[in-house]
């Protein structure tokens, strides 16, 4: 597909710009503009124009992809503060020309102004100045207008009654959705919570003695909690941890979560899956969190606290367009820790494609609803 507009274009060029070519240099007279390919040009997601938003007021979008490269609150293996680059590095196939998804039917960069926003210089040294850090960017983007591309969803339950762009956060650990519920409480207020993770993330310490200590990748949704910042209508989909005792679902329950865990898909489907989670969010504003220790570590290796026996990746797709409609004020996929990846780079691709999906789930009202046509085949005939 993509060599065929490659084609054309000089062609196009020539034509529009016939009456200068005499002063053109050979390249663009012979070959008009210097396309990126998938494996060349500098990274950024899905090659969206790259931008550093924080630094420029005038930057509008009606969606920001925004790194977070935030990885000193972990409990087991670091290394996710590289998560948006291997996320950026896995997308380089994704380009917003080729973007229409068979599956989706639709292409996300079509119905919505994206660009990548860079990534917040977030301090490895002080966690606490580093969360802050994240809050504040957060906040900054999310004030700046909405373009309003003709198509795009907009959140519609603002409480200051105006149009908010929508962020896609790469990770860093999944420590950063504190400072992100902090942001996204000031205009929405209490938000609910679709969180896919093979763990639970609401332990109330994780043996913390000072209170930056407290603040880590599997304590922040109870911090979150006690701050007021999410309502009680949340879920967790693909949850497979071991933990000191029951009592601490319990605990899960108070801090606002329903529980889904990774076995459940064999029970239930994916289309259950599908109607609990949307029977539980309604028409709240709901936020995406995405660890992607939700996917089988066979197909997700790298990752600080990979558990085995998760959701391939496709099932977990297939749920995510089943909620398509839902009111998502804004998304993250975190966890992603590239020194673990095998050499095929399978996270960091995998990831860059959930990403994609997050993209359409904020553009499209509803679930697609896709006919599978099924070709006769010589088992038919015999
Ligand atoms: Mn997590």
Redesign the pocket.
């Known amino acids: 597909m993509r060599y065929l507009p490659l084609t054309l274009l000089p062609f196009v060029y020539a034509q529009q710009h016939a009456f200068e070519t005499s002063q053109q240099e050979p390249w663009a007279a012979k070959y008009g503009i210097q396309t990126d390919l998938s494996y060349t040009g500098p990274l950024s997601y899905s090659h969206l124009p790259y931008t550093r938003c924080l630094d420029d007021s005038s930057t509008t979008f009606d969606i920001a992809v925004l790194g977070m490269p935030f990885d000193t609150a972990t409990s087991h293996r670091p290394g996710a503060r590289f998560g948006p680059y291997a996320i950026r590095s896995g997308s380089r196939r994704q380009f917003a020309a080729d973007g229409y998804a068979l599956e989706w039917m639709t292409n996300p960069y079509t119905r919505a102004e994206v660009i990548d926003c860079g990534d917040v210089p977030v301090s490895p040294y002080d966690n606490a100045l580093a969360i802050d850090q994240m809050e504040t960017a957060y906040t900054t983007l999310l004030a700046r207008p909405v373009n309003g591309s003709a198509s795009a969803r907009t959140a519609k339950l603002a409480r200051d009654g105006v149009e908010h762009p929508r962020i896609l956060t790469l990770g860093g650990d ?1 420590t950063i959705v504190l400072p992100i519920l902090r942001s996204l409480h000031q205009v929405y207020g209490p938000i609910s919570v679709i969180h896919f ?1 093979a ?1 639970i ?1 609401t332990w109330p310490s994780l043996g913390g003695i000072t209170k930056q200590s407290k603040v880590t ?1 599997g304590t922040f949704f109870t911090l979150a909690f006690e701050e007021g910042l999410m309502s009680n209508t949340s879920i967790h989909a693909g949850i497979r941890n071991k933990l000191q005792g029951p009592e601490l679902i319990e605990h899960d329950e108070e801090v606002g979560f329903e529980l889904i865990m990774a076995d459940d898909i064999d029970e239930l489907g994916t289309d259950e899956i599908v109607k609990h989670i949307r029977q539980r969010i309604g028409n709240s504003p709901v936020y995406l969190s995405f ?1 992607i ?1 939700t996917i089988d570590p066979g197909q997700a290796p790298a990752t600080g606290t990979p558990e085995p026996a998760g959701w391939t990746g496709r099932e977990t797709k297939r749920i995510l367009r089943g909620l398509a409609g839902l009111n998502f004020v804004g998304a993250d996929i ?2 992603v820790a590239p020194a673990y990846d095998n050499a095929g780079d399978i996270t960091g691709i995998l990831a860059a494609g959930l990403a994609d999906d997050f993209l359409a789930l904020f553009v499209t009202d509803e679930p697609p609803k896709r006919q599978v046509k099924r070709r006769r085949t010589l088992a038919d005939e015999l």
């Open positions: 999944h993770d763990h993330d990748h660890d220790d975190v966890e």
